[in-house]
Every structure is written in C-alpha cells, then in structure tokens.
C-alpha cells in the first residue's frame, strides 16, 4: 500500500522548491487525524466534490439556462474543466496538482443560480445588510454552511485551499484576504488556478456562443487570436467556424494554445524573479504565474468581444432579466413572510447571527436555477401545489 508518508515523499523529490508540499500546510483551524494513503490536499479535494454545493452546480447557470439545451456549460462542466486545466499547468510547472485541482473544483461553490445576474441581484437585494459576493460565498460554504461533522461546521479545509478560494483573483472575483496575509502572494497553485479558471471560460464561452448560434462565425474570425489558432491548424483565414467538427479542433486547439503560453510565460518569469523557494514566491509584489504580453493582449480583445456580443445579446439579456425578476420575487415574499420559508430554513433563522435576510441569501444562493423557477411557481401560480 502506497502511504500518505510516502506520497509525502514523492511530493519531496519530484515537485519544484517553490511548490507547496502537503506535509508543510499551516494545517487545518480544527486539529485532527491526516489519513494514512491520502495527502491534506487530497483529502481536501475528495471533501469538496462530496458537499451538496458542488452537486448543485450542475443546475446552476454558467451562460445559459438549463432550459436552453444540455449541450451548454454549466458550473459543474465549468469546473471539472477548470481543474483539468489546473493539473496540467501544475503538473508542467512541477506544482502541487492536488492543492490546484483542490482550488478549482471550490472555486465557484458560491456562485448562485442565473450566474453573473444571480450574484448581482442578490447583491443588490442584500446591500443593507452586508451585500453578497459568490467569492466570499464560496468561503462561506467552506466553512460554514456545509455540515458534515458533528464537532464543527464547514469542512475543515487546509489553510491553503482555504487561501487559494479567498485569493482567486480574475476579472470575475473581489479578492479580501484580510484573514490570510493578504501581503504575501498566493502560492504558485493559487495562481494557476485564476488562469485555468480564465482560460476555461474564455475558451469554452466562445464555444457555446458559435454551438448556439449567437456569435456570427464571420466576426469571430477576424479576433487575432482566432488567426492565430486557425493558422496553427493550416486552415485558411476564411475557414468556416460554423463547421461542428472545425469547432471542435479550433477550441482544442485554442485551449492548447492558451495553456502552453501560460507555462512558457511563468516559466520564464519564475527565472526572471529569481524564485528559489516558496517564502520567495510569496514575497514578490505580483503574481508571477502569467499570459505572455502578446496573448494578454488577444485574451483581452477576446473578452471584449465576448461581453459586447455574447454576454450581451438580447437572447442572454431576455434571460437573465426574467431571472432577477424571479429572485426579487423569491427574496421580498421569503423576507416579508418568513413563514413560507421551510421549516429548517425557518429553524436556521433563529441561530443565525446575521438574522434573517442572510438566512434568505444563503437559502436562495444555494438553489439551482430549476429548483428556483420551481420554487416560484409554487409561491405565485395558485394551481400550482405548495
């Protein structure tokens, strides 16, 4: 049997000194028993896929709806690719791949249903007593919404899973590390988990933009990092992206693109800083994991292009603005008469120290988006049954 002492040691003598070894974690806020063939970070990742938050992901908006099809990402689709996507720059890059998939499959826990326009709403609902952010959310499923132990609440995560969820930090994330030396850097598998996490929506989104048919094929050829994945295939500047099997190598490719410029590019800059230890990794004034400057610069052409034609198109913005009706409905009926709250809801209210209106966040949060159309057509439709 292959023990946890002994992948301890493998850890030693195969991962890069900057990397986060498992047996060096700052360890866990409630003190117990490490598992005999299984390293913390292992440990950690196994409890994450296993709380109800990540099997609700499944029903919970990425771009689209469940009711649009199911052939489009959802945030369980998102972040199993996010975490394969994490193994391979860490795996590359000679970290911890276990600590990194641990972050990725955590990262969007928080996240409530109807995406982006979920979050907002809540926020908005929420600003006089506290505002919600799915960053902080996550951390707050982590650590104290899920249930699992009898002893304490949430999982007991290790510092560092705890830190790389807190320390996620994309276009899409607030950062607030205030509880985790928000001077020193995130570790090197924090890092690569922003990236992975931006280069699978990226690539994915402009995949389920052309599959639907809301991104014109034409206009999306002349993005520059389009022609550079199309040469990269030798296929014509003109190549018909609306051609399913042409999509699929274009985004295989696109992903393959992005991940080898994020290795190359950190590669070098972890040379350029002189990083020989992690205490090196953590002091520096920035992250070092990175795009290089010429696919930075497509990424951002990509993104703008995506928000101004995907995320923004009348299609998208039908949905999300039936959505924020339906959350609005859903927190003023629960808040004004708590009394239609299930009855454990009802019982959380009384032991929650934010009082009732983060009990409603924390309830409406955690649905998925067909649950919370259910749960609206049971409150508002007189023949539907309670």
Known sequence: MLTRSELEQREEMFLAPYAMLSHASRGRVYPEHEHD??????????????????RRLEYKTQVFVYSEGDHYRNRLTHSVEVAQIGR???RALRCNEDLTEAICLAHDLGHPPFGHIGEWTLDELMHPHGGFNHQKQTYRI????????????????????REGVVKHDTDYD????????????????????????EIAYNTSDLDDGLRSGILNPVEVRKLAVVQRVLADLGEPSDADLSDT??????VRRLVG?????VIAATAHNLRAAGVDTLADLRGLPQNVASYSPAMQEQNQELKAYLLQNFYRHYRVMRMAAKARRLLVDLFTVYTSDPVQLPTDVQRRVSGEDNGLHRVVCDYLAGMTDRYAIQEHKRLFDPEERA
């Open 257 to 261: 693109i992005e991940v080898s410029d």
């Open 88 to 90: 391979t720059l860490a």
């Open 142 to 161: 982590l650590t104290h919404i899920e249930r699992r132990y009898p002893d304490h609440p949430g999982l007991n995560l290790t510092y560092e899973v």
């Open 245 to 250: 099997m042409l999509r699929y190598r274009f």
């Open 174 to 197: 607030v950062v607030d590390a205030v509880d985790y030396a928000p001077e020193e850097r995130g570790t090197l598998e924090c890092q690569l988990s922003n990236l992975a996490d």
């Open 37 to 54: 063939y299984r390293s913390a970070f292992q440990r950690d990742r196994d409890r994450i896929i296993h709380t109800t938050a990540f």
